[in-house]
C-alpha cells in the first residue's frame, strides 16, 4: 500500500496492528500463506478507505474483520473449486464470518510468535527478512522490492516461496517450547540485525527512495523488547540500533563516502537517540547475563559519550573487545580488537595483531583487512605503503561509498607525502 | 524504445582513476550523482550501476559436468565494462545526447575526460514471466 494519502499517525498504526491482525486471522485459519494474503489486503483496504472515511473508532476491529471476511471468501472459493475437480472436502473447515466486529484471540504474544515464524531457521536470511517485513513490519512487497533494490516480482516470489517453505515445514503458529526458545529467538535478534545493518550500511546515492530499514529494524526491535522487557540481550540489541543510528547523519559526507568516526562532526548526533541507548545499555549490562549485543552496545556507549574523539575510552573499549572476542570466533570482532590495541598501545601493536590474521581464510586479502593495516600504516608514518594497501582496498571492496572513502583516503595522503 | 548506454574503460584505465589527485576524484563523483539525479528528475532513467575493479572480473563456463569453470584475471583484455545506465527515451539522437553528456564527465584537471560510451538499442523482450 502507498501511504501517500494517509497521515504518518495513521500510517504507523496500521502497521503496529499488522502482526496483531494476521495473529487474530492466524488462529481462526491456519493457512499462513493465505491468512498473510488477507491481512495485506485490509491493509491495503484501510491504506484506501480511512484517508476517505476516517479512521474507524476500533481499528483493529476493522482490520481483523475485513481480513476473515478475505479469508472466508478464500475458503469457499478453495470449496468449489475442490468440488469442482470432485476431490473430498471433509478437511476443509466450515467457516461462517463474524458478524460484528468481534476481537477474536488478541494476544499481544502474537507479535512475537509471528516473529519466530518468519525468522525460522528452516528460512534463509534473505527469505526470513522478507517475510518479517512484510508480515511482521506491515510493508507491502512493492516496498521492500524497492529497499533491496530488486524488481517487485522478484520479491514477491522470494516471499512465496517463503512461506511455501513454512507451510512444508509445519512450523505451528504457537509459542515455542521454553528449551527451544532462546535459541529462537536469537534467530530472530539475528534476523532484525540484519535488516539494521542493510538500512545502515547502504547510505549512498542510490537511497533516493529507500524505505527506511533502520527505522524499521528498530520499530521492530522496540516491539520485542515491550514484550521481552527482562531479556537482555534484546535490550542490548536495541540499544546497539539506537547508539549506532545516532551517527547517521555524521557518518557520510556530500559525495556519500564514509566519514570515520575521528572526522565526524559530533554536533550532529542525535542526543536523544544517545540518551535512549545509554539508559538501556546500562539495563543491559546490569542483568548479570552478558552478551554479544550488550558487548557491542557498550562499545557503541563508550564511543557516543565520548565529546571529542580524542577522549574516547580506548582502554575500556579494548577490555570489551577482549571479552567479545572469547565469546564470539568472528573475524570483524578480530580486526577491531586490532584497532583498539593500536590505539592503546600504538599502530604498531596493532599491525602485530593484523599479521595473525592473515591466516584467517576469512580475512585473508579482503577489503576490510587491507583498509584496517593501511589505517595503521599510515599512522604508523609509512605513507607510502598506505597508499598502496588504500588502493587495493578500493579495489576490492564492493561498496560505492567506501570504495570513495578509501580512494580519497590515498589520494589525500599522497598529496601530502 | 530503451538504450543501454556501456562506460567502457581502458585497462589501465582503473589504476590511473585510483591515482588522480583528490579534487579530481571528488569532481567525478559529484558529476556522476547529479548525472544519476537529473536522469531520475528527466524520467528517463531505468537503471544504472557501476561495477567493481576488473581485477575482480571472472570468467565462467560449465565444464563437462555442468559445474562452473572459472577463470580470471584476464591482464590480455584491452578494455573492460566498468558501469553501465539504461535510459527510456523518444529518439536514438536523445540516447546520443545523454551518452555525450556522461562521456564528457571530469578527468585529471578537471577536463572533459571524453570516455568511449557504447550505445546499444535494448531489444523487446520475451513475455514477462510470471
Given at each position: 500500500?502507498t501511504?501517500?494519502?494517509?497521515d504518518?499517525?495513521?500510517?504507523q498504526l496500521?502497521?503496529d496492528?499488522a502482526p496483531?491482525v494476521?495473529?487474530?486471522?492466524?488462529r481462526?485459519f491456519?493457512?499462513f500463506a493465505a491468512?498473510?494474503?488477507?491481512?495485506?489486503?485490509?491493509?491495503i483496504?484501510?491504506?484506501t478507505?480511512?484517508?476517505?472515511d476516517?479512521?474507524?473508532?476500533?481499528?483493529r476491529g476493522?482490520?481483523?474483520h475485513?481480513?476473515l471476511?478475505r479469508?472466508?471468501?478464500?475458503?469457499?472459493?478453495?470449496?468449489s473449486?475442490?468440488?469442482?475437480?470432485?476431490i473430498?472436502?471433509e478437511?476443509?473447515p466450515i467457516?461462517v464470518?463474524p458478524?460484528v466486529y468481534?476481537?477474536p484471540?488478541?494476544?499481544?504474544d502474537?507479535?512475537?510468535?509471528?516473529l519466530?515464524?518468519c525468522?525460522h531457521p528452516?528460512?534463509?536470511?534473505?527469505s526470513a527478512?522478507a517475510?518479517?517485513l512484510?508480515?511482521?513490519?506491515?510493508?507491502t512487497?512493492?516496498?521492500?522490492?524497492?529497499?533491496?533494490?530488486?524488481p517487485?516480482?522478484?520479491?514477491a516470489?522470494?516471499?512465496?516461496?517463503?512461506k511455501?517453505?513454512i507451510?512444508s515445514?509445519?512450523?505451528?503458529?504457537?509459542?515455542?517450547e521454553?528449551?527451544?526458545?532462546?535459541?529462537?529467538?536469537?534467530?530472530?535478534l539475528?534476523?532484525?540485525?540484519?535488516?539494521?545493518?542493510?538500512g545502515?550500511t547502504?547510505?549512498?546515492?542510490a537511497?533516493?527512495?529507500r524505505?527506511d530499514?533502520?527505522?524499521?529494524a528498530?520499530r521492530?526491535?522496540?516491539?520485542v523488547h515491550?514484550?521481552?522487557?527482562?531479556d537482555?540481550q534484546?535490550?542490548?540489541?536495541?540499544?546497539?540500533m539506537?547508539?549506532?543510528?545516532a551517527?547517521?547523519?555524521?557518518?557520510?559526507?556530500?559525495l556519500?563516502?564514509?566519514?570515520p568516526l575521528?572526522?565526524?562532526d559530533?554536533?550532529?548526533?542525535d542526543?536523544?537517540a544517545?540518551?535512549?541507548?545509554?539508559?538501556?545499555?546500562?539495563?543491559?549490562?546490569?542483568?548479570g547475563?552478558v552478551?554479544?549485543?550488550?558487548?557491542q552496545?557498550a562499545?557503541a556507549a563508550?564511543h557516543d559519550?565520548?565529546?571529542?574523539y580524542e577522549e574516547?575510552?580506548?582502554?575500556?573499549i579494548?577490555?570489551?573487545y577482549c571479552?567479545?572476542?572469547r565469546?564470539?570466533?568472528?573475524p570483524?570482532v578480530?580486526?577491531?580488537?586490532?584497532?583498539a590495541?593500536?590505539?592503546?598501545?600504538?599502530?604498531?601493536?596493532?599491525l602485530a595483531?593484523?599479521?595473525?590474521?592473515d591466516q584467517?581464510?576469512?580475512?585473508?586479502?579482503t577489503?576490510?583487512l587491507?583498509?584496517v593495516?593501511?589505517?595503521?600504516?599510515?599512522?604508523?608514518g609509512?605513507?607510502?605503503?598506505a597508499?598502496?594497501?588504500y588502493?587495493?582496498a578500493?579495489?576490492?571492496t564492493t561498496?560505492t561509498?567506501?570504495?570513495?572513502?578509501?580512494?580519497?583516503?590515498?589520494?589525500?595522503?599522497s598529496?601530502?607525502? | 524504445m530503451?538504450y543501454m548506454l556501456?562506460?567502457?574503460?581502458p585497462?589501465?584505465?582503473?589504476?590511473q582513476f585510483?591515482?588522480w589527485?583528490?579534487?579530481?576524484?571528488?569532481a567525478h563523483?559529484?558529476f556522476?550523482?547529479?548525472?544519476?539525479?537529473k536522469?531520475?528528475?528527466?524520467?528517463?532513467?531505468?537503471d544504472?550501476?557501476?561495477?567493481d575493479a576488473p581485477t575482480?572480473?571472472?570468467?565462467?563456463?560449465a565444464g563437462k559436468d555442468?559445474?562452473?569453470?572459472t577463470?580470471g584475471?584476464?591482464?590480455e583484455?584491452?578494455e573492460y565494462?566498468?558501469?553501465?545506465w539504461?535510459v527510456e527515451v523518444?529518439?536514438p539522437?536523445?540516447?546520443?545526447?545523454?551518452?555525450a553528456?556522461?562521456?564528457?564527465a571530469?578527468?585529471?584537471g578537471?577536463?572533459?575526460f571524453?570516455?568511449a560510451?557504447?550505445v546499444?538499442?535494448?531489444?523487446?523482450?520475451?513475455p514477462?514471466t510470471?
Amino acid at each position: 500500500m502507498t501511504f501517500t494519502s494517509l497521515d504518518c499517525r495513521a500510517e504507523q498504526l496500521l502497521r503496529d496492528l499488522a502482526p496483531q491482525v494476521l495473529g487474530a486471522t492466524l488462529r481462526r485459519f491456519r493457512d499462513f500463506a493465505a491468512c498473510e494474503d488477507a491481512v495485506q489486503e485490509a491493509l491495503i483496504a484501510a491504506a484506501t478507505q480511512w484517508p476517505r472515511d476516517g479512521i474507524p473508532d476500533n481499528p483493529r476491529g476493522w482490520l481483523i474483520h475485513v481480513a476473515l471476511r478475505r479469508m472466508t471468501d478464500y475458503v469457499r472459493g478453495e470449496i468449489s473449486r475442490r468440488n469442482r475437480e470432485q476431490i473430498a472436502v471433509e478437511d476443509v473447515p466450515i467457516v461462517v464470518a463474524p458478524a460484528v466486529y468481534a476481537e477474536p484471540g488478541i494476544d499481544p504474544d502474537d507479535t512475537l510468535v509471528l516473529l519466530f515464524m518468519c525468522c525460522h531457521p528452516a528460512l534463509s536470511s534473505a527469505s526470513a527478512i522478507a517475510l518479517t517485513l512484510r508480515a511482521v513490519g506491515g510493508l507491502t512487497t512493492a516496498e521492500i522490492a524497492k529497499s533491496f533494490l530488486v524488481p517487485e516480482a522478484t520479491m514477491a516470489q522470494r516471499i512465496s516461496r517463503a512461506k511455501q517453505s513454512i507451510e512444508s515445514s509445519q512450523v505451528p503458529f504457537s509459542m515455542p517450547e521454553a528449551v527451544e526458545r532462546a535459541e529462537r529467538l536469537s534467530s530472530v535478534l539475528h534476523v532484525l540485525y540484519l535488516i539494521f545493518n542493510e538500512g545502515y550500511t547502504s547510505s549512498s546515492g542510490a537511497s533516493l527512495h529507500r524505505t527506511d530499514l533502520s527505522n524499521e529494524a528498530i520499530r521492530l526491535t522496540r516491539a520485542v523488547h515491550q514484550l521481552l522487557p527482562a531479556d537482555a540481550q534484546v535490550t542490548g540489541l536495541l540499544a546497539l540500533m539506537l547508539l549506532t543510528d545516532a551517527r547517521r547523519t555524521a557518518r557520510t559526507g556530500p559525495l556519500g563516502e564514509l566519514i570515520p568516526l575521528d572526522e565526524q562532526d559530533r554536533t550532529l548526533w542525535d542526543r536523544q537517540a544517545i540518551a535512549e541507548g545509554l539508559a538501556l545499555v546500562e539495563t543491559a549490562m546490569s542483568s548479570g547475563s552478558v552478551g554479544e549485543y550488550q558487548l557491542q552496545a557498550a562499545i557503541a556507549a563508550l564511543h557516543d559519550e565520548a565529546p571529542r574523539y580524542e577522549e574516547t575510552d580506548w582502554l575500556q573499549i579494548l577490555a570489551l573487545y577482549c571479552v567479545l572476542q572469547r565469546m564470539a570466533d568472528s573475524p570483524i570482532v578480530a580486526l577491531n580488537h586490532a584497532i583498539a590495541t593500536a590505539m592503546v598501545d600504538g599502530p604498531r601493536a596493532g599491525l602485530a595483531q593484523l599479521e595473525a590474521l592473515d591466516q584467517d581464510e576469512r580475512l585473508a586479502g579482503t577489503h576490510r583487512l587491507l583498509a584496517v593495516r593501511a589505517h595503521l600504516l599510515e599512522r604508523a608514518g609509512e605513507p607510502q605503503a598506505a597508499i598502496a594497501l588504500y588502493r587495493a582496498a578500493a579495489a576490492k571492496t564492493t561498496s560505492t561509498p567506501e570504495r570513495n572513502y578509501l580512494l580519497m583516503r590515498a589520494a589525500r595522503l599522497s598529496e601530502a607525502s | 524504445m530503451k538504450y543501454m548506454l556501456m562506460m567502457n574503460c581502458p585497462r589501465d584505465g582503473y589504476d590511473q582513476f585510483t591515482s588522480w589527485p583528490k579534487k579530481d576524484i571528488e569532481a567525478h563523483i559529484a558529476f556522476m550523482i547529479s548525472f544519476s539525479k537529473k536522469l531520475h528528475g528527466t524520467g528517463e532513467w531505468v537503471d544504472g550501476q557501476g561495477l567493481d575493479a576488473p581485477t575482480q572480473a571472472k570468467v565462467v563456463r560449465a565444464g563437462k559436468d555442468g559445474k562452473p569453470i572459472t577463470d580470471g584475471v584476464f591482464p590480455e583484455f584491452k578494455e573492460y565494462l566498468a558501469g553501465y545506465w539504461i535510459v527510456e527515451v523518444d529518439s536514438p539522437q536523445r540516447a546520443y545526447e545523454i551518452a555525450a553528456e556522461a562521456s564528457a564527465a571530469p578527468g585529471p584537471g578537471g577536463a572533459p575526460f571524453n570516455m568511449a560510451i557504447e550505445v546499444r538499442q535494448v531489444m523487446s523482450g520475451p513475455p514477462e514471466t510470471k
